[in-house]
C-alpha cells in the first residue's frame, strides 16, 4: 500500500493545505485514500473526512501505546489504495524537549513511514537549503520522502528555491504549492474553522486537486511504500450484540459540537451503543430511547445565543439527566451544561443549567497540552483509581457556583500543575480533558454499561 506522513518545519507552514490538496488529487485519479492526523486534533481530520469520503483517524504515541497506534492504523487503512498521514506541529516537536515521545517524527519510525516535508517558502530563497539540511541530518532513523515548498510565488521563485535546494541536500524535491486566496485556509483562536463553515468546499477540494496536479510530482509519491503493519485493535471483539443489549446513545453533532475521535463512537458501538446523531441547535427533541448522551467539544460560544433561545432542547436535556440516564460531555460540551455561557464580549446567555458552572471565554489559552487523569471515584467513566491520558485546549475558564464533586486528578503535561476536576451531578460526568478511550477501552464499556442500568431501572419503574 502506498503510505507517507506529510511532516512539517514548525505549525503554520502549511501542512493541512499539502495533506488535504494530496487527498483531493489521489481521489481525483479514483484511488481510496484513508486519512490520519497525528496528536489530538480534531479539526484537520475533519477536512481529511470531508475529501477523502472516509473517517480520519488520530495517531498519538503519547496518548496512545505503539501497539495501539499500530493497530488503529492497520485498521482503518486495511482496504485502502493510499493511507496519508498529516503530522502535528514541527515534526520533531512532541511532548518532551529532549526526545521524541508523541512526536511526528515518532509515529513515521513507528509505521515505517516515509516523509514529505513541507517548508514555508514565501518569505526564503536560498535560507531554505539551511532549514531542509538541518532537518535531513537531524535524526537518522527518519526516511525522507521527498519536499514540498509550500507559499512559493511563482516559477521563478521556485527555480531559485530549488537551486538552492538541490544544491545541499540529498532529498528529492517533489514540487511547490502557491499561495491561492481561494484554498486559504481561515484561522480562529483554537485553530482553523471547521469545514462545515465552507461555503463550497467542493469548489475547495477541487481547486486543491488542480494545484496538486499541475505542481506536485504525484506520480512519485504513487511509488512511497511503508513496512507492514498487521495488528488489529483488540476492542473490536465486542461487536456481536444482540438489538436487546443494544442501548442508544445520542451524540451531539453539528457545527457547535464537532470534536470527536471516532475510535471513541466506534469503541462504544462495540460495546453495545447503538449510535444517533442529533443537533442541540437545530432540533427541538431528543431522539427517542435514548439511555445516554455524549456531548463532544466544539464551537458552542459560537453559536450561544441559538443554543440558549433553543428552549425546547435545553429543557429535554435536563429531563433526561434528572431521569437517571448518563451523559458525558468535554470541553465546549461541558459549557453548554452549565448555568451560562459569557462570549468573548461580555454577553452572557443561559445554558442547561443541569451542572452549577458558569462558563467565560478568556482571551488566551487555558491549561494547554497533554494531561493523565486519574479518578478519585468511581464515576460514569470507571472505577477509582482508573488511568488515562488526554489533551486539553481551550480558551474559556469554569466557576463552580455551588457544591459540586469532583472524579479526576489532572496533572497537566505542559505546566506540571495539578488538579481536581471532572465535574459530576446525577449521573452526569463534564470535564475540560478529551478523552480517547482507545487508550484504555474500559472507559466505553463503562458509559455503556451505566446506559444499559440505567435503561433497565427507567423501565422496571414504569
Not at 126 to 140: L, Q
Not at 199 to 205: A, E, I, L
Not at 384 to 390: C, E, L, P, S, V
Amino acid at each position: 500500500m502506498i503510505a507517507f506522513l506529510v511532516g512539517g518545519t514548525a505549525s503554520g507552514v502549511g501542512k493541512t493545505t499539502a495533506a488535504v490538496a494530496l487527498m483531493a488529487a489521489f481521489r481525483k485519479r479514483g484511488l481510496a485514500v484513508q486519512p490520519f492526523k497525528c496528536g489530538p486534533d480534531f479539526i484537520d481530520g475533519g477536512y481529511h473526512s470531508a475529501v477523502c469520503g472516509r473517517q480520519s483517524r488520530n495517531l498519538d504515541t503519547w496518548m496512545l501505546g505503539r501497539s495501539v497506534n499500530r493497530s488503529i492504523f492497520a485498521s482503518a487503512s486495511a482496504d485502502a489504495d493510499i493511507a496519508i498521514v498529516e503530522g502535528m506541529m514541527g515534526l520533531f516537536d512532541g511532548a518532551t524537549g529532549d526526545g521524541d515521545e508523541g512526536s511526528s517524527a515518532e509515529i513515521a519510525k513507528l509505521l515505517d513511514l516515509p516523509v514529505l516535508l513541507v517548508l514555508d517558502a514565501s518569505k526564503s530563497s536560498r535560507s531554505i537549503a539551511a532549514m531542509v539540511k538541518g532537518f535531513e541530518t537531524f535524526d537518522g532513523g527518519l526516511r525522507f520522502a521527498g519536499i514540498l515548498l509550500n507559499g512559493v510565488a511563482g516559477a521563478s521563485h521556485y527555480r531559485l528555491l530549488k537551486e538552492a535546494v538541490q544544491s545541499t541536500s540529498t532529498i528529492r524535491l517533489l514540487g511547490w504549492l502557491p499561495w491561492d486566496a481561494e484554498v486559504s485556509l481561515p484561522e480562529r483562536y483554537l485553530g482553523l474553522h471547521t469545514p462545515a463553515e465552507q461555503n463550497d468546499s467542493r469548489h475547495f477540494f477541487d481547486r486543491l486537486a488542480l494545484l496538486a496536479e499541475r505542481n506536485l510530482d504525484l506520480d512519485r509519491l504513487a511509488t512511497l511504500k511503508h513496512g507492514d503493519v498487521t495488528e488489529r485493535l483488540a476492542a473490536r471483539a465486542f461487536s456481536d450484540f444482540t438489538a436487546r443489549n443494544q442501548v442508544r446513545i445520542g451524540i451531539a453533532r453539528d457545527r457547535a459540537f464537532s470534536f470527536y475521535y471516532e475510535d471513541n463512537l466506534d469503541l462504544l458501538s462495540d460495546h453495545g451503543a447503538e449510535l444517533v446523531e442529533f443537533s442541540p441547535l437545530s432540533d427541538s427533541d431528543l431522539p427517542s430511547g435514548l439511555a445516554g448522551i455524549y456531548l463532544g467539544g466544539g464551537y458552542p460560544e459560537l453559536y450561544a445565543e441559538q443554543l440558549s433561545a433553543n428552549a425546547r432542547m435545553l429543557e429535554n436535556i435536563r429531563s433526561h439527566a434528572a431521569s437517571g440516564f448518563p451523559m458525558y460531555a468535554e470541553c465546549g460540551g461541558m459549557m453548554f451544561l452549565a448555568a451560562s455561557l459569557t462570549t468573548i464580549d461580555g454577553t452572557t446567555f443561559p445554558m442547561a443549567s443541569i451542572l452549577p458552572l458558569r462558563a467565560a471565554m478568556t482571551k488566551e489559552l487555558v491549561h494547554f497540552g497533554y494531561a493523565e487523569v486519574e479518578f478519585t471515584e468511581d464515576c460514569l467513566l470507571g472505577s477509582k483509581g482508573t488511568k488515562a491520558r488526554g489533551h486539553s485546549f481551550h480558551c474559556s475558564r469554569v466557576e463552580i457556583i455551588s457544591d459540586l464533586r469532583t472524579m479526576y486528578r489532572v496533572n497537566y503535561l505542559l505546566s506540571s500543575k495539578a488538579e481536581s476536576e471532572g465535574y459530576s451531578a446525577m449521573n452526569v460526568l463534564a470535564s475540560y480533558i478529551h478523552l480517547p478511550f482507545v487508550s484504555n477501552p474500559a472507559l466505553a464499556a463503562a458509559f455503556v454499561e451505566r446506559a444499559r442500568v440505567a435503561r433497565r431501572s427507567v423501565q422496571e419503574t414504569l
